[in-house]
T-cell receptor, first 115, second 115 residues
Framework: AQTVTQSQPEMSVQEAETVTLSCTYD???????LFWYKQPPSRQMILVIR??????QNATENRFSVNFQKAAKSFSLKISDSQLGDAAMYFC????????????FGPGTRLSVLP | ETGVTQTPRHLVMGMTNKKSLKCEQH?????MYWYKQSAKKPLELMFV???????ENNSVPSRFSPECPNSSHLFLHLHTLQPEDSALYLC??????????????FGDGTRLSIL
């Protein structure tokens, strides 16, 4: 079974600075998808960014980008120009490309943004 | 309305009560999920419905009973719950038709407290 690890339970960053959240996963599969979700205090989980394992190019979405290292099974999230609204729990998630397999979430990293 | 809607937002019940959580998605998705989110624990997948059929039941106690009457609605019927069942219950939906890079869309959750 796949597992997802986020080794940083809590992180903090100064407003306008850059922060990187780490995520590693364990799988024997070659085809899969990776996601970062954000859960603010309002509770709703919101998709931040996704990456297909077959793509070598790292995904970017505005201030959010990933560093996907397939051989190392690493999928870190970089947040540039941090804003107060970025404060939230961030969850890394894995999904197999095999039919019937569902999402596996990491334990989360709580990000605080300091003014 | 758009997205995934969960009701009620908060629920307090005694151990002998019977209640139901409701989830409705307005995204035209064909898969729906129930997750349990407890403090300091990873998201726990409880049930998965695909095309209104239950495809996964992750060893959830029988005091939790899901129901999916159609592709837009998902219920979680609760009875004789225990204090350790207090948690945030999240509903999600996704479009699964061989497109496994599609993310899940989450509701705001129901905060359940068992007295």
């Amino acid at each position: 079974a796949q597992t997802v690890t986020q080794s940083q339970p809590e992180m903090s960053v100064q407003e306008a600075e850059t922060v990187t959240l780490s995520c590693t996963y364990d799988t024997s599969e070659s085809d899969y998808y990776l996601f970062w979700y954000k859960q603010p205090p309002s509770r709703q989980m919101i998709l931040v960014i996704r990456q297909e394992a077959y793509k070598q190019q790292n995904a970017t979405e505005n201030r959010f980008s990933v560093n996907f290292q397939k051989a190392a099974k690493s999928f870190s999230l970089k947040i540039s120009d941090s804003q107060l609204g970025d404060a939230a729990m961030y969850f890394c998630a894995y999904r197999s490309a095999d039919y019937g397999q569902n999402f596996v979430f990491g334990p989360g990293t709580r990000l605080s943004v300091l003014p | 309305e758009t997205g995934v809607t969960q009701t009620p937002r908060h629920l307090v019940m005694g151990m002998t009560n019977k209640k139901s959580l409701k989830c409705e998605q307005h995204l035209g998705h064909n898969a729906m999920y129930w997750y349990k989110q407890s403090a300091k624990k990873p998201l726990e997948l409880m049930f998965v419905y695909s095309l209104e059929e239950r495809v996964e039941n992750n060893s959830v106690p029988s005091r939790f009973s899901p129901e999916c009457p159609n592709s837009s609605h998902l219920f979680l019927h609760l009875h004789t719950l225990q204090p350790e069942d207090s948690a945030l219950y999240l509903c999600a939906s996704s479009q699964d038709a061989g497109r496994f890079n599609q993310p899940q869309h989450f509701g705001d959750g129901t905060r359940l407290s068992i007295l």
